[in-house]
């Protein structure tokens, strides 16, 4: 397989990715949004590794791997505080929560 055709796959989830993240009101549905585009950018780290015979880009996808998690962990914490606190995940309500 060629290098592009990992770049243009990259691409296309990465833009998936964006496209969950501004039109999704759901706070799951956006972290799986943010998840697509951090494994987009895992597989660029990882085609451009093997095109250029080196593995540190295989190694920071692994450090992007475990903050990804980090990140999954924290996220689904905060929404189920907002969802017990609101009986739902639609955060377009979150903003009524200053004070």
Same mark, same amino acid.
């Given at each position: 397989?060629y290098?592009n055709q990992?770049l243009?796959? +990259?691409?296309?989830? &990465?833009c998936?990715?964006v496209y969950?993240v501004? *039109?999704?009101?759901n #706070?799951v549905l956006?972290?799986?949004?943010?998840?697509?585009?951090?494994?987009?950018?895992?597989?660029?780290?990882?085609?451009?590794s093997?095109f250029?015979?080196?593995? +540190?880009?295989q190694? &920071?996808?692994l450090f992007?791997i475990?903050v990804? *998690?980090?990140e999954? #962990?924290?996220?689904?914490?905060?929404?189920l505080v907002?969802?017990?606190n609101r009986?739902?995940?639609?955060?377009?309500k979150v903003d009524?929560?200053k004070?």
């Open positions: 397989m290098l990992f243009f796959l +990259a691409a296309v989830l &990465f998936i990715g969950g501004l *039109a999704r009101k #706070g956006v972290l799986m949004s943010i998840e697509l585009m951090l494994n987009a950018v895992n597989i660029n780290l990882v085609a451009f093997a250029r015979d080196n593995v +540190a880009g190694v &920071f996808a992007v475990t990804a *998690a980090a999954v #962990g924290v996220g689904l914490a905060i929404i907002i969802f017990r009986a739902s995940i639609d955060l377009d009524t929560m004070g």
